[in-house]
């Protein structure tokens, strides 16, 4: 089954991978929640950096333990349901900040105005640059929340995807992997000389994509590696500008392997 950001109602800040279910935020500004396939979870809505944040600890980490860090960024017309398979039955303790768009889009929340294919390329590069400094604050000021090991591990779909692209190419160091999902980015906001190395980047994208056609995908990851940026792009089939099963396991087992790496860093 595949699942759409920007069409489901039910779709969210964190990425809706492998189906439109979950459960809509809490009222209440602390709230526990029981989260199958995972021994305990521990959920509030904070804000930092002036956006709004959907923390969830995952597991049963120490009070004082440091557990790595994801980071998730929905796409245009995103809002907020809680649990997401992608994340559930991960092997450490993790603490998951689900950020919430600025702005309202498509009766739920978007980064910027813009959309592929809508504006000039330099208004879409001051739009994805703009945000992503400003995340990088956000992310910045979550790593130092509570204990952390290791740097972020960031993930996003369509306008979430370019500006995780942005963060792990922009601000790798505070970004020590990048996962963007049915996304693209512009190689103007590469920095011109790199100020910190960027975060290794795995890019999944399906090819009968018409919202953001593959080719664009391949043209950003095509124009990181020519800026010595580790970057990859695995492409699928039959999911449009969606997530299909097979993106979400690829996307799991990733997230999987990042969080078991980090697991045990120092903070940075």
């Known amino acids: 089954m595949c699942s759409r950001l920007t069409g489901c109602p039910a779709v969210a800040l964190l990425l809706s991978l492998s189906s439109c279910g979950g459960r809509a935020l809490p009222t209440p500004r602390d709230a526990p929640v029981i989260v199958p396939g995972q021994t305990h979870a521990a959920m509030q809505i904070v804000e930092v950096s002036g956006f709004e944040v959907l923390e969830v600890i995952l597991g049963d980490p120490e009070d004082d333990e440091a557990v790595p860090l ?3 960024l929905h796409g245009r017309g995103g809002q907020a349901v809680w649990p997401q398979p992608v994340l559930l039955g991960l092997p450490v303790s993790v603490r ?5 768009g ?3 889009s498509g009766g739920g929340f978007g980064w910027f105005d813009l959309h592929y294919g809508s504006a000039s390329d ?3 590069v001051e739009a994805i640059g703009t945000v992503t400094d400003r995340l990088a604050v956000a992310v910045n000021a979550l790593i130092a929340r509570r204990p952390t090991s290791g740097k972020a591990i960031v993930y996003g779909f369509s306008q979430g995807g ?8 922009r601000h790798g160091n505070i970004v020590g992997a990048a996962f963007p999902c049915a996304a693209w980015f512009p190689s103007e906001l590469v920095p011109v000389p790199m100020t910190a190395p960027a975060a290794p980047i795995h890019a999944l994208h399906s090819r009968d994509d018409s919202v953001i056609p593959v080719g664009a995908a391949r043209g950003a990851v095509e124009g990181l590696r020519v800026s010595r940026v580790s970057a990859e792009l695995h492409e699928f089939d039959g999911a449009g500008h969606m997530m299909s099963a097979e993106m979400d396991a690829q996307l799991h087992e990733w997230l999987g392997d990042a969080v078991t790496r980090a697991y045990g860093d120092p903070p940075i």
């Open 70 to 72: 994801i980071v998730a």
């Open 96 to 100: 998951v900040a689900v950020i919430r």
């Open 102 to 104: 600025p702005i309202a």
């Open 122 to 124: 330099e208004q879409m």
């Open 162 to 169: 370019a500006l995780a692209f942005g963060l792990a190419v």
